[in-house]
């Protein structure tokens, strides 16, 4: 018997960034994201051939580092199952590192579903993604597809505090594309870069109130489609963000010059009437959402501006799926 699941990455227009227990992953305001579709992590469990787990990403024993967040998810469903048989977990993203999307959302996700399906434990997708969101907190997103909010919660144990879907991918069918600027490691992860952002920069207590705002609108700004009002939102979420990274101590350059000028493009397009969604995460590459009839032109555009290595054109995708062969 064997287990097959997959996930996509998600990408949030209202941010993430700063938690208020860094063990359990809890964040101070709550984030909103789209779904990415096309893009995938899948994972692979079966019962290992060893009398020890077997943990695999693309076939491959990965580094310690690497396998840091897929051997404590593990050990997390061993506490759920304490007789549970060693496994063999194999995991697999299409999508180039490159693209700047964190694949350990997606992987979390996919990890998460597939131990629940093999274990035959039937927990619910809530339950799911607060499991996910001890791993990759973006993961705890990456159960549902569509739009989708991952609420702050207020419970100490983080219970509470889980994604739940907004509207399917049905509801708007978007276009994402990822600009690629530069696809090198960034410096300093997400994790750390939050929690050093949290700690020391001056700007950071006024994120959390104008992002805690901003979730409350967007939310609306969703359900009437109205594109113009969550790019707004957008913006201001993740110049919030930059602005906690680059009023950080040490201060956390995640933009480049690149970043800078595709951004003054970005709002040239926008004041020409192209209407688009624009956002940046804990690196350099920009993300650009927009609705179907603007996307032939958009891409034509996007295609032209100076320094985008790569340009990646996703559909809003759907929820993590999951699925027993014998
Ligand atoms: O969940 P993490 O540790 O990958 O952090 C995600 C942080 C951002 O991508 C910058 C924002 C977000 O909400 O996804």
Redesign the pocket.
């Known amino acids: 018997m064997k287990v097959i699941s997959r996930a996509h990455p ?3 227009l ?4 700063g938690k208020r227990d860094p063990v359990l ?1 809890l964040p101070d305001t709550g ?1 909103l ?1 789209v779904t990415v579709g096309d893009l995938f992590t899948e994972v692979v469990v079966e019962a290992s051939p060893h009398n020890t787990d077997l943990l695999l990403i693309e076939g491959q024993v990965p580094s310690a580092a690497e396998a840091t967040r897929m051997v404590q998810l593990v050990r997390h469903f061993r506490t759920l199952m304490p007789d549970a048989p060693p496994l063999k977990v194999d995991s697999y993203s299409n999508f180039p590192r490159a693209a700047g999307l ?1 694949s ?2 997606s992987a979390s996700a996919a990890l998460s579903l597939g131990l629940d399906k093999f274990l035959g434990l039937r927990l619910s997708r809530q339950v799911l993604s607060t499991i996910a969101r001890q791993f ?6 990456s159960l549902h597809g569509g739009f989708v909010e ?1 609420r702050r919660g207020e419970l100490p144990d983080g219970s509470d505090s889980f994604a739940v879907p907004l509207a399917p991918a049905s509801f708007w069918p978007l276009t994402t594309f990822v600009l690629v600027v530069d696809p090198g490691p960034k410096e300093v ?3 750390d ?2 929690n050093q952002s949290r700690a020391t920069s001056p700007t950071y207590p006024s994120f959390v109130i104008q992002n805690t705002a901003d979730l409350e609108v967007a939310r609306q700004a969703l359900q009437d489609r109205d594109l113009a009002l969550l790019s707004t939102l957008s913006e201001r979420s993740c110049l919030g ?1 930059v602005a906690t990274q680059l009023t950080s101590q040490p201060p956390l350059y995640y933009w480049q010059g690149t970043t800078f000028s595709l951004i003054t493009s970005l709002r040239r397009l926008r004041q020409e009437g192209l209407a688009l969604i624009f956002t ?4 350099p590459n920009v993300k650009v959402f927009c609705e179907a009839a603007t996307t032939p032109i958009l891409r034509q555009k996007l295609s032209q501006l100076p320094g985008v290595k790569q340009l990646l054109e996703c559909p809003v995708g759907g929820p993590a799926t999951v699925e027993m062969l014998p």
């Not at 209202?14 to 960034?17: E, G, L, M, Q």
Request: hydrophobic fraction near 35%; avoid cysteine; glycine fraction near 16%.
């Open positions: 998600n990408i949030a209202i941010k993430y960034w992953n984030s994201s964190a350990s959302a990759s907190g973006s993961g705890s997103r991952w992860g997400s994790r870069g939050m963000m940046t995460d804990a690196g």
